[in-house]
């Protein structure tokens, strides 16, 4: 009875400004050895955040380069809102 009691969270993609994104994937850009080796590197609008079922969120940045022939995506989990 008590599951049936419990208020069902809220999963699934998270509304965030892509410029929100932009500044998340500046600081990891820095982080990767593969964009030292290219240039026009540009993150791509298929770039989201997305909230688990224990609250946690996982944030999957992609990135795209000549023209979209080349890509790279990661895929950051376990991110608790609030915490640094």
């Known amino acids: 009875m008590e599951a049936l009691l419990m208020t069902r969270r809220k999963v699934g993609r998270v509304k965030i400004a892509f410029e929100k994104l932009e500044q998340i994937a500046a600081d990891r850009i820095e982080q ?3 964009f030292r080796m290219s240039d026009g590197w540009t993150l791509s609008r298929k770039s989201s955040v997305t909230r688990c079922k224990d609250g946690s969120l996982t944030l999957s940045l992609i990135w795209k380069a000549n023209g979209g022939k080349s890509q790279l995506m990661e895929t950051i ?3 608790r809102p609030g915490e640094q």
């Open 32 to 34: 990767h050895p593969l």
């Open 77 to 79: 989990r376990g991110i």
